[in-house]
């Protein structure tokens, strides 16, 4: 519905009102109407429509020549104009009240206009490009019909001279900077007297101030720069129009991701001040307001392609990185090696940083997480990820607080696309592990959680994981991409599915076969055992028989609220044993202990498109191979994956992680665009 302005008439002298194109003028004639005044007539220029309006629902055009109206209240006539004034006071309305039956009137009430148009505009319609006149910019709709304005947090850092990300400070360096902004555009035409008059003012609520800069574009000596002229305490800006200046073109940026006390809305106003008196406060006569959403970050799951892959380089683990390397090279990955001496002998990639992405209708970028883990690799995602058009975003805990092992990003996975429960989730769900209820361990931190709800657009899941030592959801989970179905495959650690294989082989006459298999152990280390005492050791059967409810508990739920089938999961052979374990097998089950993979965790992988980077079990050697080795491949080939099998024993296993937790990949966005799908 069209802004609503009324003026008031006046019998007494000649008043002047401006117009603003697209809203209506409600003409008060009744207010300046003689009390002997029965009747009127009024008349128009030809740049004016007017309308009758009776009751709520008849809107008509009249014509304004040779005809009389009776003084009825219920009857309201309203102005608009097509196109803005050429000159001040151009248009021009004239009452004439009339007593009884006469003919001649009794007063006369003269009316001039002046149109101009004003109007605050940006990518409503989601094209790339500013939408001129758009409707409803003061909402923001989800969906593919959806509209309104989107913008970009700014936190990637253009200038590599800086030494901050690029929304943390307020000055403009280079040009590539404004390309992660959105244009917003104030539109202002007609009368250049009119806007010398009044008071042009682009503004912001207090509590928007610290969400958003603005950047004006403006030239000095014939030399172009970029003010910056709200947000960081600013929230209005007086715009200074030169005359027969049309366009006034504004950057914005956004400084906050969406978070537990912010919506991810912003809301832009663009106001005419009428001149006063001084120190007699302005009134707005017209004020066009727009909203812009900022863009969440997005995280991307195992099915979609990898670009770039990352590992540490630390004491031993030579022959890890370039088995790792080859398989990047098979995936036509970039591959990054961190130092051991930038790494300080963090090996863990994984849990330091999670990579996702962020954004609009004009543009797209990488974002890094940097977890609040805070240990030998903090540095990296920073000093070494964040660059041009590679954002970076943080949340710290407080000083007094610590990090436990559920902030690390081992403990942050997301699903592919699915749907569940009646709902469509086209970028996935967040995984992250959590405590039971009833747990003492310390959880994932409310301050990561909150920000990962926050973003809205990967529903997040809380999984129970403190069943585990270390606690990770890639301890026991992975998704691997699949031609059939619902495009993926859910691969869930399985104590009997291991179980099972195994009893098979001692039934196949294979119970001497020992596991771990096909590796030298120095002494002191824990030793092979034959399978057939493994399966009969009631310890080891009883622990397990804990690890797979637990493993249960969380498939229970996945497949609730993932939307999945038996189908769609695939259990991939695992063991567990308590922790601190590693070398006897007599410690009595207690209720609080947690688990560690019995060996390499397989679940704990990296995958590369179709090719697979699997920690090498060192399982038993039947018939020359090892049977976890063919049982994997079994599963998994003939969905087109290639099974590598990694060694990462002595260099990860042994130090509590795998393949995964000592990698990290960045992949391409999602080609849904986020704000088509309905949270």
Known sequence: MAELRCVQLSTEK???????????????????????????????????????????????????????????????????????????????????????????????????ITGIEMSLDADTNRSGTVTKGGKQKDQWTWGPDGKGAILLVNCDRDNPKDEKEDNKDIKLTSKEDLQDMSRMILTTQGPNEVFANYQLTLHISKADCDKVGVFYSKSKKEKKYY???????????????????????????????????????????????????????????????????????IMTPNTLQPITVYVCSVEGNKEFVEHIK??????????????????????????????????????????????????ELDYFPFKKVLGPDFGYVKRELSSNASPSSLDSFGNLEVSPPVNAKSKEYPLGRILIGSSFPSSKNAPMSKLVKDFLHSQVVQSPIELYTDWLNVGHVDEFLSFVPAPDRKGFRLLLASPSACFKLLKEKVEEGHGEAKMPGGIEFQK???????????????????????????????????????????????????????????????????????????????????????????????????????????????????LGLSCNFVDDYGTYYLNLGDVHCGTNVRRKPFSFQWWNMRP
């Not at 090996?347 to 240990?375: C, L």
């Not at 050697?621 to 976890?628: F, K, P, S, T």
């Open 14 to 112: 000649v008043t002047s009102s401006v117009y603003i194109l697209g809203t209506e003028l409600c003409l008060d004639i009744h207010g300046a109407a003689p009390r002997t005044a029965t009747s009127f007539e009024i008349w128009a220029s030809q740049g004016l429509n007017i309308y009758k309006i009776k009751g709520q629902m008849t809107k008509s055009k009249v014509c304004c020549h040779d005809s009389k109206w009776l003084l009825d209240k219920s009857v309201k006539f309203r102005a608009t104009m097509d196109a803005p004034s050429n000159q001040v006071d151009d248009e021009k309305i004239r009452v004439l009240y009339y007593e009884g039956k006469g003919n001649v009137p009794i007063a006369k009430a003269i009316l001039h």
């Open 227 to 297: 003010k910056h002229v709200l947000g960081s305490e600013k929230i209005s800006y007086h715009v200074k129009r030169k005359p027969c200046q049309v366009e006034s073109v504004f950057y914005v940026e956004g400084l906050k991701f969406p978070d537990i006390d912010f919506s991810g809305l912003v809301t832009f106003h663009a106001s005419l001040l009428e001149p006063v008196k001084k120190e007699v406060l302005q009134t707005s006569i017209f004020t066009d307001t727009l909203v812009f959403r900022v863009a969440p970050w």
């Open 326 to 375: 080859k398989l990047a090279t098979k995936a036509g990955c970039k591959f990054i090696i961190s130092p051991e001496e930038k790494n300080r002998g963090d090996r863990w990639i994984q849990d330091e940083m999670e990579f996702g992405y962020v954004q609009a209708p004009h543009k797209t970028f990488p974002v890094v997480f940097d977890s609040p883990r805070n240990r």
């Open 524 to 638: 002191g280390d824990r030793q092979p055992r034959p399978i057939s005492e493994i399966l009969a050791d009631g310890f080891i059967r009883k622990w397990n028989d804990h690890c797979q409810r637990c493993i249960n508990w969380n498939k229970g739920i996945l497949k609730e609220e993932l939307g999945l089938e038996e189908e769609d999961i695939i259990e991939i052979p695992q063991l567990f044993h308590p922790y601190l374990a590693l070398l006897e097998n007599s410690i009595t089950l207690e209720v609080n202990a947690s688990a560690e993979a019995y060996f390499p965790d397989m679940v704990n992988m990296i995958v590369l498109g179709k090719h697979l980077g699997i920690p090498k079990p060192f399982g038993p050697i039947i018939d020359g191979q090892c049977c976890l080795e063919k049982e994997v491949r079994r599963l998994l080939e003939p």
